[in-house]
Structures are given as C-alpha cells and as structure tokens.
C-alpha cells in the first residue's frame, strides 16, 4: 500500500518543525528524508509513526486514515540511532518482543526468531547479550527484532550514524538487500548525502522544515533545482548572476549558453544563480574566447588521490571561486597561471 502525506503541519510553540509538507511513498520503495540538523527530518518520521501528533494534514495508507489509528496499531517496525534493544534480554528475546506482544505462540515465535536471525546473518549470537555484541550487530538485531512482526513499513532514523565507517558501508548494502528481498516499503532519515544517494529510491530534501525537492538520485545531481539542494547533494559551483541580466545568463562579464533540460527545469525568470559540478569544468591553457569560456587564475591545487581539486578566481570576479575537479591522469595547472575556464552548456544548470 502506498503511504500518502498530505499537507502536514507540526509546531512546537512558535516552532513550526513541519511547514505544510506533502509527499507520496510508493509500496516496496526506499524512500530517505535528508537534510541538514533541525530540519525536521525525525520529526516527519515520528508524525509517520504516530507517536507525535500532528497540527494539521492527513498521513493515509492505501484507504485508511491513520491519524486516528494510535502508533502500536499502525503496524510500522520503528529503529532509532541509539540502539535501543533491551539490555537484559539475549538477540532472541529482543528479536521476539513484538511477537510476545501480540500473544504468538511459542512453536510459531521461535521460528520467526530463527527466520529474522538468520536475515540479518546473525544467528550464532542468538544467546548473547546486547553489551556483547558490536554495535553493527546490535542495529542488525535492532532491524531484525522491527521486522518481526511483518509491519507494513520500517522507519529508520538514522540507523548507522552511532557506527563507524566501514561497518556503515557494509550495513548500507546489507540493509538495502533485506529491503529488497522483503519488498517492504521503507523510510530512513539522514543527514549523510552519500547514505541517502547510495540506498534511495527517492530521496526528500528538506529544509527548515519544508520540502525543497523530491527525486531519484540521479535526478537530484544532474538537476537540482535550488542553490541548496546543489550544494547539499555533492559539490557544486554556484555562479550568481550578474544583475540586470534579466532573460539572459551571465556571470563575470561573460554570456553563458545554457542547454535546457528535458523537464523544463531552466527558467531564465527565476534564475538567481547557474550551477555546475566541479568534474565538468573543462582547463585550457591559452586566451579565454569562444562560447562559454572565461579567463580564471590558478588560486590553489590539491591532490586528493583519484582526483586533483583546482580552485579557481575567475578574472572579473575573483572572489567567486569555481572549483574544477581533474582525473588522475588530467595534465595538473600550476598555481598562479591564468587559464580559460569552459563550463559546458550542458553542464550549467539553473538555480532558482
Ligand atoms: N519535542 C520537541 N519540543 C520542542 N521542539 C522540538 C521537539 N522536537 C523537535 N523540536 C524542534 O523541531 C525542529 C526539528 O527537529 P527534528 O528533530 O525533526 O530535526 P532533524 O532534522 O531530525 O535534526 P537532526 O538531524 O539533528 O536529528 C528543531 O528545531 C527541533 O529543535
Ligand atoms: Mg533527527
């Protein structure tokens, strides 16, 4: 069933935490909410789990209503960041308190127990204490013990941000591949872009407690819409416009073409700035002429490995740097030197 929010409102005192927020969660999909702290991100998952009430707005599953369906009936398998398995019980026991809760029978909750250790790999810990397993082991019994009783969704707030790197990566993909296997519509909050661009299906970026854009990964690198989502989701150039350009876009003295995109995101009336991703910027040496070229200092390279970061100060506004990302095997400027700087046309892109 497919999860409809509508129009949601949530404040607290003068706060408003959730401003009018709509959004549509399609059945089986991963959907993550990510933004920057405060954003409202947990507090949308919490008005979803019924367990904040909301000022306004509906939240309707398939045909039912659910605000006035309170959390423990709304079947949705909850994990928070903090693990938060009961630390007297064994990974068994754990797992099995939703199904005690609901009164299964013993024969039938053992069997599940076994079925969701085994899911998350873990059914040689069966008898161990929460303070004896490692953190990842405790978030993949924390998702175990939520799956359980078969809710019809998993809400996760940022369920691998207490762990460190390498098991966060191994757990991305491991929970992704529960997902999948189980066809269980999800929503995980984070405020990590990497989490959100590897594991969504549809991300949700928020700010300030409003929706800025909905859409796949892909959608939201290649097209952001907004200066925020641009610089939020990977690294992007922001080139403020020249005033008094209206209907045309320049920057730094310079006419930019601008390809439009298929979705008719360009809109030369809105525009308060062009975006480009820093691998796109093209380095020449020689005189700054043709379409889309302008002359830039060298201001500072780093070498980072796999790429080399170049800053640049472009000549008739230095103090707008444009960064240009090089490949490993790209012919590296020295600082100091003036180049001609090429931003692709279909490469810019309009931020409002
Ligand atoms: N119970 C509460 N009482 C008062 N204010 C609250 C309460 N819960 C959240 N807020 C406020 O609502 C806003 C949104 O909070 P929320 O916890 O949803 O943010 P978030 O996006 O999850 O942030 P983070 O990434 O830091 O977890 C914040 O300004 C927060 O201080
Ligand atoms: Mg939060």
Known sequence: MDLSIHDLVKRFGKLTALDHVSLEVAQGSFVCFLGPSGCGKTTLLRVIAGLEEADGGSIRLGESDLSSIPARNRNFGVVFQSYSLFPNMTAARNVGYGLECRRWDRPRMQNRIKEMLDLVHLADQAEKLPSQMSGGQQQRIALARALAPDPSALLLDEPLSALDAKVREELRIEIRAV??????????????????????????????????????????????????????????????????????????????????????????????????????????????????????DVRSVSFLGNITRVELAPENRPETAIVAELHGTATVPETGTRLAVSLPADALRVLS
């Open 179 to 296: 997902q999948k296997r189980l066809g269980i519509t999800t929503i995980m909050v984070t405020h990590d872009q990497e989490e959100a661009l590897a594991m969504a299906d549809l991300i949700v970026v928020m700010s300030k407690g409003r929706i800025e854009q909905i859409g796949t990964p892909q959608q939201l690198y290649r097209e952001p819409a907004t200066a925020f989502v641009a610089d939020f989701i990977g690294r992007m150039n922001v080139l403020p416009l020249d005033p008094g350009a209206a209907g045309s876009y320049r920057f730094a003295g310079t006419p930019l073409a601008v390809a439009t995109l298929a979705n008719g995101t360009a809109n030369a009336a809105t525009a308060a700035a062009l975006g480009i991703r820093p691998e796109a910027v093209a380095l020449r040496e020689g005189g700054a002429s043709g379409e889309n070229i302008l002359a830039a």
